[in-house]
């Protein structure tokens, strides 16, 4: 059974950066893309990221381009979100999932970690 693990959340300032990491457990992480959703309270779940199995096609949500970044260590079954310049806007509970095949509809990710809280507030 695929699962995943989301850690790095916390609060921060504006203007401050968090990274969040997803580790991947129960089959190698490189036979999948990996999302980053986010739902904030009130809101629909929006994707922010996802990276395909390789890491060569990224997709970034408009609201995070030149913000976000992905990257994946296939070797360590680790996705990361490296985010900066975080603004309130940013504040929602944020999830890694799987899926086998390239897309950033989370419709059609499978696999769901638990989440981790980005709190972004001065």
């Known amino acids: 059974q695929l699962q995943l693990v989301e850690s790095g959340g916390g609060l921060v300032q504006p203007g401050g950066s968090l990274r969040l990491s997803c580790v991947v457990s129960?089959?190698?992480?490189?036979?999948?893309?990996i999302g980053w959703f986010r739902q904030a309270p009130g809101k629909e779940r929006e994707g922010v990221s996802c990276?395909?199995?390789?890491?060569?096609?990224?997709y970034y949500a408009d609201s995070v381009k030149g913000r976000f970044t992905s990257s994946r260590d296939n070797a360590g079954n680790t996705v990361y979100l490296q985010m900066n310049s975080l603004n309130p806007e940013d504040t929602a509970l944020y999830y890694c999932?799987?899926?086998?095949?390239?897309?950033?509809?989370?419709?059609?990710?499978?696999?769901w970690g638990q989440g981790t809280q980005v709190t972004v507030s001065s």
């Open positions: 990276i395909a199995s390789t890491g060569v096609t990224i």
């Open positions: 129960g089959f190698r992480a490189d036979y999948y893309a």
């Open positions: 999932a799987a899926r086998d095949s390239w897309a950033c509809s989370a419709s059609g990710y499978a696999y």
